[in-house]
């Protein structure tokens, strides 16, 4: 019971009493800003890849194309993020920001893994849906945007959900480009108090926090969307 008192005054102290709250709260907003920039550029990536590789299977000329798209995702996956976000810090984007670089590097691997995720969604829509769109006099890419794309939203967002919550988790090492994230930021509190239980602690809570909340809003996402297909088929 001691214990606890002791750990709640420590608390009190460090994130009240000397206001270390407000670093807490901009790690945490880098944090966000660095985690939704890189999945817009992962979705779009991603999606661009899957498109291509969709067509190249019909098409010989996109072939060398999908070869390209290929190479990307095996050589991106086959990196560690972290080296991957220093090659981007040192050496790609030498004079950006921390935040810009942490944006970039993290979509590019992003990427590479969205492109089979939304190229599973797109190949989960019935091939004749193709062959209806072709029918009615539009063109392969006015029939993947009009649709194709739409009908794989539903397949495709769940996994979404799945790779933001993976991006929040892997945003961690941000602070290896002096991006003061969640992470870096209560590092360095940890090291002007020495307070590491307190400070580690709040730091996993955190994290779990969030994780407990996207995981409770992806489910809702997948439930309505299974009461949406339910509905269109009665």
Do not use: W
Not at 146 to 162: F, S
Not at 177 to 197: E, G, K
């Amino acid at each position: 019971m001691q214990a606890i008192i002791d750990f709640f005054q420590k608390f009190v102290d460090i994130f009240i009493t000397r206001g270390m709250y407000q670093m807490v709260l901009d790690g945490l907003k880098n944090t966000a800003i660095i985690t939704l920039g890189a999945l817009a550029i992962g979705v779009v990536i991603g999606t661009l890849i899957a498109v291509i590789k969709y067509f190249a299977e019909d098409s010989k000329a996109l072939r060398p194309l999908a070869l390209l798209c290929d190479i990307y995702t095996t050589v991106v996956r086959g990196i560690p993020m972290v080296v991957l976000l220093m090659i981007f810090y040192f050496i790609i984007l030498v004079h950006a920001e921390g935040i810009v670089v942490g944006i970039v590097a993290f979509g590019i691997n992003s990427g590479a893994y969205m492109a089979e995720l939304i190229r599973s969604g797109i190949n989960a829509v019935n091939v004749g849906q193709m062959e209806a769109g072709r029918s009615l006099g539009l063109s392969k890419m006015q029939t993947m945007r009009k649709i194709i794309l739409p009908q794989a939203v539903r397949y495709i967002l769940p996994a979404i959900g799945n790779e933001l919550i993976a991006l929040v988790k892997e945003t961690s090492v941000a602070g290896y480009v002096a991006v003061v994230d969640v992470t870096r930021a209560l590092f360095l509190i940890r090291n002007n108090t020495f307070q590491s239980v307190v400070t580690l602690t709040l730091l996993a809570a955190i994290y779990l926090v969030i994780v407990i909340i996207l995981t409770r809003l992806l489910k809702l996402l997948e439930r309505r969307l299974s009461t949406n297909d339910k509905r269109r088929k009665s």
